[in-house]
């Protein structure tokens, strides 16, 4: 008696213990077991909204525990690099903008997600355009981050000025400034970019559509080229038609600028789109649409937006590569389009026509293949490179010093700047 | 020799208790202040660049070579300067004159007194905030007002002179209560026999000020310069809120310019040496402070 009781025990301890295991690890889609915890690092934005809302029904799925830690931008990447640092293990997702891709890369900060990608039916790279599939390639290929958000600069505009004016959305550089004057004329403001703290933004945009370069491939400074000079001249020549506060704006001052007061049209961030859905923000609902960007000498798109990736240290990179797939992957990228997050770009979002009328910006996302996409500058020492540009770019906008002059200071500048660029 | 040896005892015993009790104070403040100064004294002769993985190596005074020949740190520094003096013109007047009229004891004074301290209170970057939609020029409420008197507002934040203007306002806006408190106090330490004794004689109100009141408080209007001068030079949150140290870099200050470097560039061990150097900037006002402060006492 005593023995069966004794059998029945150890069986009810098996029973139980193959129970817990089942409860607490599960197998993703490649067979592989799925367990523990894991640990997000996520930056305040729409885009990390919408991944937190995905965690209750991962976790279900799964039974992996998903812990979320989110940090401001402005000390995020700090925080991160201290944290590859030291090896600590402490992120097994990260999220990361664009412009701190060239050091990751360079420190091998994260790990490289090709096999992955190339393996994931749900992933579908595919279902990306080129430049949505290398946003987030390092110079040597390696995929150190997905595409979280697409936000490719384009031109919105206000249809009910430019109805009554007769005008249409510009698609040179030379319509975009002659449309503005009639707005101006019109007593409105013409157009707006951010003049204020963001100005390289818009500036090196107007250097690459002028034809111009910000460096050469040896690292040689080129912010002094006629194309680029021509290019600040061109931004001088717009503060005449913008708003008076356009001077001091940043990125989100343009778009809310825009969004409340009477302006004939602005460059910005699809990204932003975000802010047209509030109705607290957006004083023009309806009246205003999207267009691709104008024309210069060349044919290109800046590309902006959030990539997300696998640290190296990440302690269980099979579970963080499953969220990835579950919350970024063809199933779940309408729910995260209307979950509030900037969209991702997916050819089948892109041409989805019932998400389009929430989101008419969608088709701008579709990068044709005859444009060049331009991100931002993929060198370590880009921030402090952003930083001088700003200074020469806003010295000629506040007539402190002529075009040409700022310029080859800059370039001057940047010399030293990029010198210590690490090879 | 019996004697020598216990006054050598007394004078053990008289010294220990004092070291026990503050040897915990002198623990913490080695941890929380001494160890990083000397931490960041250290740094700043490497080459630590946070995006940078490779090991960092000792580069002697290469930054401090860096800091002191690069144009941004004299210009930089000139700003600093620049609003200090500014603000210091503004707010130490102010203060005094708002002190004196409430030292006056007239009707309602104890409502101002409290009113007037308000500012100081709020936060440094919702002040920030706040007073930057007011300068907004296109829909800010100082230019609308500036309107409806009928001629155009400046561009606050969008020239340098306008911007630094705009920067000593709202530094003074937080900063003029605390400089008129601390003169309410020493004003209410001049014994009042003094002012009767200088009415029988027959002095006028301006002369009563200029001969007694301002004499008396110089002690403390010395402490309360060195105070600000050491806040202009450490000024940060208002400035990044409002300006960003912008348009370019014509409102960065040195304080500003340390932050850039260290957490945008990511150049830790440049920042820590520009670091020093205001430390080195700093030290002559603190001692300035130190000898004011026992002259108040």
Same mark, same amino acid.
């Given at each position: 008696m005593a023995k069966l009781k004794r059998a029945q025990g150890i069986a009810l301890v098996c029973v139980l213990a193959l129970g817990l295991s089942a409860c607490s690890s599960s197998s993703d889609d490649s067979g592989k077991e799925l367990s523990g915890e894991l640990n997000l690092f996520l930056i305040p934005s729409p885009s990390s909204t919408s991944i937190q809302s995905f965690i209750p029904e991962f976790e279900e799925k799964t039974g992996v525990k998903v812990n979320v830690s989110e940090t401001p931008y402005g000390e995020a990447h700090q925080k991160q690099l201290l944290s590859y640092k030291q090896k600590a293990?402490?992120?097994d997702i990260a999220q990361f903008d664009n412009s701190f891709l060239a050091p990751f890369c360079q420190s091998k900060?994260?790990?490289?997600l090709n096999d992955w990608v190339a393996g994931s039916d749900e992933y579908?790279?595919?279902?990306?355009?080129q430049g949505q599939q290398d946003y987030g390639k390092c110079a040597s290929g390696d995929?150190?981050?997905?595409?979280l958000s697409t936000e490719p600069m384009i031109q919105w505009y206000r249809t009910d000025i430019y109805e009554k004016l007769g005008l249409k959305p510009a698609t040179t550089w030379d319509e975009w400034y002659s449309n503005a004057k009639k707005v101006q004329a019109s007593g409105a403001s013409g157009q707006l970019i951010g003049?204020?703290?963001?100005?390289s933004w818009w500036w090196m945009t107007m250097v690459w559509s002028f034809g111009?370069?910000?460096?050469?491939e040896n690292l040689n400074?080129?912010?002094?080229?006629a194309e680029a000079v021509a290019a600040v001249e061109y931004m001088k020549k717009l503060l005449a038609v913008s708003p008076k506060g356009a001077i001091t704006a940043n990125g989100d001052e343009v778009t809310s600028k825009f969004l409340g007061?009477?302006?004939g049209a602005m460059l910005n961030y699809?990204?932003?789109y975000g802010m047209a859905l509030d109705p607290a923000i957006n004083?023009?609902?309806?009246k205003f649409a999207t267009a691709p960007m104008p024309k210069g000498a060349s044919d290109i798109t800046h590309l902006a937006g959030w990539n997300i990736g696998i640290p190296s240290?990440?302690?269980n990179p099979d579970a963080a590569w499953a969220f990835l797939e579950f919350v970024l992957?063809?199933?779940n990228a309408k729910k995260y389009l209307e979950?509030?997050?900037?969209?991702?770009? $997916?050819k089948s979002i892109i041409s989805d026509s019932s998400l389009q009328e929430k989101n008419?910006?969608?088709?701008?996302?579709?990068?044709?293949?005859?444009s060049r996409i331009e991100r931002y500058?993929?060198?370590?020492v880009w921030p402090e490179f952003e930083v001088a540009a700003i200074d020469a770019v806003s010295k000629v906008l506040t007539g402190k010093s002529a075009a040409k002059a700022a310029m080859d200071a800059l370039n001057e500048k940047l010399k030293s700047i990029l010198a210590n660029e690490p090879k | 020799m019996i004697a020598l040896r216990n006054n050598k005892r007394t004078k053990i015993s008289s010294a220990k208790p004092t070291t026990a009790f503050t040897a915990p104070t002198w623990i913490l403040l080695s941890l929380t202040i001494v160890f990083p100064l000397l931490y960041g004294v250290y740094l700043s002769f490497l080459n630590i660049n946070?995006?940078?993985?490779v090991p960092s190596k000792f580069i002697g005074l290469a930054n401090y070579k860096l800091a002191l020949t690069a144009p941004e740190t004299y210009s930089t520094l000139l700003t600093t300067i620049e609003l200090m003096l500014i603000g210091l013109l503004v707010q130490i007047p102010l203060g005094i004159f708002l002190a004196v009229v409430l030292h006056q004891n007239l009707k309602g004074s104890r409502f101002f007194r409290s009113v007037l301290i308000v500012?100081?209170?709020?936060t440094p970057v919702a002040v920030g905030l706040i007073f930057r939609f007011m300068f907004d020029?296109?829909?800010g409420i100082i230019n609308w007002a500036i309107s409806q008197a009928g001629s155009d507002g400046p561009n606050w934040l969008g020239t340098r002179n306008s911007a630094l203007f705009a920067i000593v306002i709202v530094d003074s806006w937080q900063s003029v209560p605390f400089v008129m408190l601390l003169v309410v106090a020493a004003l209410a330490g001049i014994p009042t026999s003094i002012y009767e004794a200088a009415l029988v004689d027959g002095a006028n109100k301006v002369q009563v000020f200029f001969r007694i009141t301002l004499p008396l408080i110089v002690p403390t209007l010395l402490v309360l310069t060195m105070i600000k001068i050491m806040d202009f030079l450490k000024l940060f949150d208002t400035l990044f809120i409002l300006t $960003?140290?912008?348009?370019?870099?014509?409102?960065?200050t040195l304080g500003l310019w340390t932050y850039k470097t260290g957490f945008?560039?990511?150049e830790m061990s440049r920042a820590a040496a520009l670091g020093v150097i205001i430390l080195i900037i700093t030290m002559p006002v603190y001692l300035l402070w130190r000898k004011a402060s026992k002259s108040v006492r």
């Amino acid at each position: 008696m005593a023995k069966l009781k004794r059998a029945q025990g150890i069986a009810l301890v098996c029973v139980l213990a193959l129970g817990l295991s089942a409860c607490s690890s599960s197998s993703d889609d490649s067979g592989k077991e799925l367990s523990g915890e894991l640990n997000l690092f996520l930056i305040p934005s729409p885009s990390s909204t919408s991944i937190q809302s995905f965690i209750p029904e991962f976790e279900e799925k799964t039974g992996v525990k998903v812990n979320v830690s989110e940090t401001p931008y402005g000390e995020a990447h700090q925080k991160q690099l201290l944290s590859y640092k030291q090896k600590a293990g402490a992120y097994d997702i990260a999220q990361f903008d664009n412009s701190f891709l060239a050091p990751f890369c360079q420190s091998k900060a994260m790990t490289a997600l090709n096999d992955w990608v190339a393996g994931s039916d749900e992933y579908d790279i595919n279902d990306f355009g080129q430049g949505q599939q290398d946003y987030g390639k390092c110079a040597s290929g390696d995929t150190y981050g997905l595409t979280l958000s697409t936000e490719p600069m384009i031109q919105w505009y206000r249809t009910d000025i430019y109805e009554k004016l007769g005008l249409k959305p510009a698609t040179t550089w030379d319509e975009w400034y002659s449309n503005a004057k009639k707005v101006q004329a019109s007593g409105a403001s013409g157009q707006l970019i951010g003049f204020g703290p963001n100005v390289s933004w818009w500036w090196m945009t107007m250097v690459w559509s002028f034809g111009g370069k910000l460096y050469d491939e040896n690292l040689n400074p080129t912010v002094n080229s006629a194309e680029a000079v021509a290019a600040v001249e061109y931004m001088k020549k717009l503060l005449a038609v913008s708003p008076k506060g356009a001077i001091t704006a940043n990125g989100d001052e343009v778009t809310s600028k825009f969004l409340g007061e009477e302006i004939g049209a602005m460059l910005n961030y699809s990204g932003y789109y975000g802010m047209a859905l509030d109705p607290a923000i957006n004083k023009h609902a309806g009246k205003f649409a999207t267009a691709p960007m104008p024309k210069g000498a060349s044919d290109i798109t800046h590309l902006a937006g959030w990539n997300i990736g696998i640290p190296s240290d990440a302690k269980n990179p099979d579970a963080a590569w499953a969220f990835l797939e579950f919350v970024l992957g063809k199933s779940n990228a309408k729910k995260y389009l209307e979950s509030g997050a900037a969209a991702i770009g $997916r050819k089948s979002i892109i041409s989805d026509s019932s998400l389009q009328e929430k989101n008419p910006y969608l088709p701008q996302l579709e990068i044709p293949s005859s444009s060049r996409i331009e991100r931002y500058p993929q060198i370590a020492v880009w921030p402090e490179f952003e930083v001088a540009a700003i200074d020469a770019v806003s010295k000629v906008l506040t007539g402190k010093s002529a075009a040409k002059a700022a310029m080859d200071a800059l370039n001057e500048k940047l010399k030293s700047i990029l010198a210590n660029e690490p090879k | 020799m019996i004697a020598l040896r216990n006054n050598k005892r007394t004078k053990i015993s008289s010294a220990k208790p004092t070291t026990a009790f503050t040897a915990p104070t002198w623990i913490l403040l080695s941890l929380t202040i001494v160890f990083p100064l000397l931490y960041g004294v250290y740094l700043s002769f490497l080459n630590i660049n946070l995006g940078s993985f490779v090991p960092s190596k000792f580069i002697g005074l290469a930054n401090y070579k860096l800091a002191l020949t690069a144009p941004e740190t004299y210009s930089t520094l000139l700003t600093t300067i620049e609003l200090m003096l500014i603000g210091l013109l503004v707010q130490i007047p102010l203060g005094i004159f708002l002190a004196v009229v409430l030292h006056q004891n007239l009707k309602g004074s104890r409502f101002f007194r409290s009113v007037l301290i308000v500012p100081m209170l709020l936060t440094p970057v919702a002040v920030g905030l706040i007073f930057r939609f007011m300068f907004d020029t296109d829909i800010g409420i100082i230019n609308w007002a500036i309107s409806q008197a009928g001629s155009d507002g400046p561009n606050w934040l969008g020239t340098r002179n306008s911007a630094l203007f705009a920067i000593v306002i709202v530094d003074s806006w937080q900063s003029v209560p605390f400089v008129m408190l601390l003169v309410v106090a020493a004003l209410a330490g001049i014994p009042t026999s003094i002012y009767e004794a200088a009415l029988v004689d027959g002095a006028n109100k301006v002369q009563v000020f200029f001969r007694i009141t301002l004499p008396l408080i110089v002690p403390t209007l010395l402490v309360l310069t060195m105070i600000k001068i050491m806040d202009f030079l450490k000024l940060f949150d208002t400035l990044f809120i409002l300006t $960003r140290g912008g348009p370019g870099n014509d409102t960065t200050t040195l304080g500003l310019w340390t932050y850039k470097t260290g957490f945008i560039f990511l150049e830790m061990s440049r920042a820590a040496a520009l670091g020093v150097i205001i430390l080195i900037i700093t030290m002559p006002v603190y001692l300035l402070w130190r000898k004011a402060s026992k002259s108040v006492r």
